[in-house]
């Protein structure tokens, strides 16, 4: 059996998300359960790696068809660390906004493919232009609101920055220090 390019990339891909997973499982016992989660990734994608049939069982074997699944991986991938920073609180909900509906709309377009081919419809341009596009749009959201955000936080610190000035002035006023 030959194997193509996209087959030994996701067995590879599997492999390492597996290794990663166990390592991950052994050393630290407080992500068990999304260490258990990578090693389901990894072995589906390995699964699928060497057996192409389960692809083909899913429609008519095509590039359209793997990049969909593809794209289906990598946005649950994005829901799933999204919300689990989320619960962690290593992220607040009002910047993981982009992240969640990006990546909902992704799954949805991967998983329904009249979703998917609406787009491409419309414009006349390829299933993969359209996810390069909504990619971009992702990226160009995500900049303009991380410098909207930056903007908020350097005006909030100027506004600090005044403010301690002031009370330090109070204070050498009160203490008769300058």
């Known amino acids: 059996m030959t194997m193509t390019a996209a087959q030994w990339l996701s067995a590879v891909a599997g492999v390492v998300t597996c290794v990663t997973a166990v390592l991950v499982f052994v050393r630290q ?42 794209v289906a991986l990598l946005s649950f991938i994005v829901l799933t660390v999204t919300l689990e920073a989320i619960r962690v609180g290593r992220m607040l ?19 329904f493919e009249g979703l998917a081919t609406i787009i491409p419809r419309l414009t006349g341009i390829s299933f993969f ?9 992702f990226v160009l959201l995500l900049l303009f609101y991380v410098s909207v955000s930056l903007s908020m936080l350097q005006r909030r610190l100027a506004q600090i920055a005044r403010e301690l000035a002031l009370v330090e002035e109070r204070l050498r006023r009160v203490t008769g220090t300058e």
């Open 29 to 70: 016992r407080t992500r068990r359960f999304k260490a258990l989660f990578w090693l389901a990734i990894g072995l589906a994608m390995v699964f699928a790696a060497f057996r192409p049939q389960v692809i083909e069982y899913l429609g008519e074997d095509s590039v359209e068809l793997r990049l969909r699944l593809i």
């Open 93 to 111: 909900e009002r910047y993981a906004f982009l992240w969640l509906v990006t990546g909902l709309l992704l799954l949805l377009g991967a998983m």
């Open 129 to 137: 232009a359209t996810v390069l596009l909504i990619l971009f749009g």
